[in-house]
């Protein structure tokens, strides 16, 4: 008997720490895909740049030699506002871009101007006009002009690049801190806590399924207090949620996450435009091991593990309200008790 209760005992965490296993893989495969995609697209950023400042010194060359200095006083002049329309620049849709890029092609091949399938997208972008053309047209020759534009469009895409390395580099950095947050959360289970920090984090570590097709938007109240929380928990709960209105919408809708103050709780809602959950079995999705996702991909214990760290651990209520366009999760925490294992 004695041997029997030894053997129960010292088998019974390995469920917890096969789970647990399990989670971190899960969330190393997916910070791992996440970090390659800026890590490849600041290395490509990185060789263009390279090629582009060869590009850019060889033109300035050849500009410094056949231009009087008047010239490249104005050369200098169309540079600034070049930069400065660039930087200021908003973004068109597509149709208009696809008109804008057309426009300022047949321009370029009316005055004679190779290479007009490099120099139109990057002038579309600056929002450069063929009004602005004109005015390169008055003081320069086509040869000249030719020179001049590729030039710009040169100055153009460095700054172009080092922006793409600058939002590759944010990138990584913002996963890496995701990452030691989480840690820190685990060292440390009861502090006090910044609800939008665990939120932030959550959408941070899940934002590799967050597609071009996902519309992610934050309604915050900033002047929520801070609570004295199982903060690695919470997050737990909030990265369950997320996870779930991810999957409802299927790569394709909308996700809000609110914060608000009601009463004396702190309330969290977590919002999909999704096609809902099946009226038959909304009453069954706490129960312990019920999924509808298929066979490998959910474990059905995600809504159990968050209804029992938000009901026994936090003192507070998990609810959902949902029909065909829209599931809400509502989760409301008291900020007036400290909470406590049993």
């Given amino acids: 008997m004695n041997q029997m209760t030894q053997c129960m ?12 296993l399990i989670e971190l893989g899960t969330l190393a495969v997916g910070l791992a895909h ?45 540079h600034r506002e070049a930069v400065e329309r660039a930087s200021t620049a908003s973004e068109f849709d597509t149709l208009m871009y696809s008109d804008q890029e057309e426009e300022i092609i047949a ?18 972008k600056a929002q450069l006009d063929t009004e602005w053309l004109d005015t390169v047209g008055e003081d320069f020759a086509a040869e000249e002009m030719g020179h ?16 793409e390395i600058k939002q590759s580099t944010v990138r990584i950095s913002d996963l890496a801190q995701a990452v030691k947050s989480y840690s820190y959360m685990e060292q440390t289970p009861l502090q006090v ?23 992610v938007t934050r309604k915050y109240n900033r002047n929520l207090p801070q609570i004295c929380a199982y903060e690695s928990e919470l997050n737990q709960v909030w990265t369950n949620l997320i996870d779930n209105a991810i999957e409802s919408i299927a790569g394709q809708g909308k996700i809000w996450i609110c914060t608000s103050l009601e009463d004396r709780c702190i309330l969290v809602e977590i919002i999909d435009n999704g096609p809902g959950i099946p009226p ?12 509808t996702k298929k066979m490998g991909v959910g474990t059905g214990l995600g809504l159990d593990i ?7 651990l936090h003192h507070g209520s998990i609810r959902f309200f949902s029909q065909p366009g829209e599931t809400r999760f509502q989760i409301r925490l008291p900020i007036d008790s400290c909470p406590n294992k049993s």
Avoid: C
């Fill in 280 to 291: 038959d079995i909304q009453s069954r999705i706490f129960e312990p091991f019920f999924t």
């Fill in 107 to 124: 321009w370029l091949e009316a005055h004679g101007i190779t290479e007009r399938w490099k120099l139109a997208p990057i002038l579309v």
């Fill in 148 to 163: 001049v534009l590729n030039w710009i469009e040169a100055i153009l895409k460095v700054f172009e690049l080092l922006d």
């Fill in 193 to 215: 806590v910044d609800i939008h920090k665990g939120l932030d984090s959550s959408l941070t570590l899940l934002s590799y399924k967050l597609k071009q097709g996902v519309v």
């Fill in 34 to 78: 996440e970090m390659n995609n800026p890590a490849a697209a600041g290395g490509r950023a990185a060789e263009q740049l390279h090629e582009t400042i060869q590009r850019f010194l060889s033109l300035a060359l050849k500009l410094n030699q056949q231009m009087t200095k008047a010239q490249l006083e104005l050369v200098s002049d169309l």
């Fill in 9 to 20: 005992l010292t088998s019974e965490p390995i469920p917890k720490k096969q789970k647990k």
């Fill in 306 to 312: 968050s209804r029992r760290i938000i009901f026994e």
